[in-house]
């Protein structure tokens, strides 16, 4: 088997058009307020879960939701899926406070998100 486990999907991330109507559905839908609030992105936590709105897909371009994989060593989990058969299609990088990002496409085109806390 692999090396490095998961910790399991903890993290979605949804692209919205119109930051402001999304955010005032999530709201309501979550019963909670955001805890992060900017321009550029806005975050839930609910129940364990963080849900983000990414104003037009981010600079990732993302078009659909994009569920994120925490991982305890992100490098170490982009090489077993690459040698799986996976293809990075964002490399690892900060994105604040020390957490790592990246993401890699299925064999049909499926995108999965990692997540590294640091």
Same mark, same amino acid.
């Given at each position: *088997?692999?090396?490095?486990?998961? =910790?399991?999907?903890?993290?979605?991330?949804? /692209?919205?058009?119109?930051? !402001?109507? #999304?955010? #005032?559905?999530?709201?309501?839908?979550?019963?909670?307020? @955001?805890?992060?609030?900017?321009?550029?992105?806005?975050?839930?936590?609910?129940?364990?879960?963080?849900? &983000?709105?990414?104003?037009? &897909? %981010? /600079?990732? %371009? *993302?078009?659909?939701?994009?569920?994120?994989?925490?991982?305890?060593?992100?490098? !170490?989990?982009?090489?077993?899926?690459?040698?799986? %058969?996976?293809?990075?299609?964002? @490399? #690892?990088?900060?994105?604040?406070?020390?957490?790592?990002?990246?993401?890699?496409?299925?064999?049909?085109?499926?995108?999965? %998100?990692?997540? =590294?806390?640091?």
């Amino acid at each position: *088997m692999t090396s490095s486990s998961t =910790q399991g999907i903890k993290t979605v991330l949804h /692209p919205v058009s119109d930051l !402001a109507k #999304a955010k #005032a559905v999530y709201a309501a839908l979550l019963g909670i307020q @955001p805890q992060t609030d900017s321009p550029y992105y806005v975050g839930f936590d609910a129940e364990g879960q963080h849900i &983000g709105l990414v104003p037009d &897909g %981010g /600079p990732q %371009g *993302m078009t659909s939701p994009v569920a994120y994989w925490h991982v305890p060593d992100i490098e !170490a989990k982009l090489t077993e899926l690459t040698a799986a %058969g996976a293809t990075v299609q964002e @490399p #690892a990088h900060e994105v604040g406070a020390g957490r790592l990002v990246a993401t890699v496409t299925d064999p049909d085109g499926n995108v999965l %998100g990692l997540l =590294q806390d640091q």
